[in-house]
């Protein structure tokens, strides 16, 4: 078990620019969470999948970000046309599902937008 | 989505047991109530969680009160390194998290 892994941990872009992320879930972990975290506040909820379904999306969640988990196991998060606004933690999570109801998080990838 | 609130900071002397409280007064009968904490530049991570009755691991215990609108995160004996922000969360099954503010933990030494 190595932990959930995120790549980049750190993105800096203009604004304007397309980025992807990319989270490597705890392997056999079926249920894979998208969160966002602003300075001083909590996660916030964006998408989450299980296996390769994507189950909920956040109004959060504009026209401008999409989220693939294309085989069940890692996934990707891009924003498209990065505003200033984007500038975030973005972190990931992953859980077995069923009774085991914990999520385990990655590092994260902190993006900035100048 | 159940709503919770978290004092914004809270101070605890080294080795004293700390006690972090939560409001939920919104949450469903099905929620289950979450605890995490985070250090600088990390992922959050998990510490407990918990439906219905009280929970116990090696990490900290879990006090939910009987109408399940509060619950309380219970660090038997605070060490240095239990310094960091706690955040409590419900969510439904295996689905998102809802997460507050959370509490800011400086620990005396």
């Known amino acids: 078990d190595t932990g959930v892994s995120q790549n980049p941990r750190h993105k800096i872009t203009k604004r304007g620019q397309n980025v992807t992320f990319r989270c490597d879930p705890i392997?056999?972990?079926?249920?894979l969470y998208w969160y966002r975290q602003t300075l001083g506040q909590g996660p916030e909820f964006l998408t989450y999948f299980q296996n390769e379904a994507q189950l909920e999306k956040s109004r959060l969640l504009s026209d401008r970000f999409s989220a693939e988990r294309p085989k069940g196991s890692f996934s990707t998060l891009e924003i498209q046309r990065t505003e200033q606004g984007d500038s975030a933690m973005y972190l990931c999570a992953s859980s077995l599902g069923g009774r085991r109801n914990e999520q385990f998080f990655g590092p994260g990838t902190r993006l900035t937008v100048l | 989505d159940a709503k919770t609130t978290q004092p914004n900071s809270m101070e605890s002397n080294e080795e004293e047991p700390v006690h972090l409280p939560c409001n939920h007064s919104t949450i469903s009968g099905t929620d289950y109530i979450h605890w995490y904490r985070q250090l600088p530049s990390q992922g959050p991570e998990y510490v407990i969680h918990g439906l219905t009755s009280n929970v116990n691991n090696r990490m900290a215990s879990l006090a939910i009160a009987e109408d399940r609108k509060s619950s309380t995160l219970i660090l038997h004996r605070a060490t240095l390194r239990d310094a960091a922000v706690y955040y409590c969360?419900?969510?439904?099954?295996?689905?998102?998290?809802?997460f507050g503010t959370g509490t800011r933990l400086t620990i005396i030494p």
């Open positions: 392997s056999e972990h079926n249920r």
């Open positions: 969360g419900t969510n439904f099954g295996n689905e998102k998290l809802t």
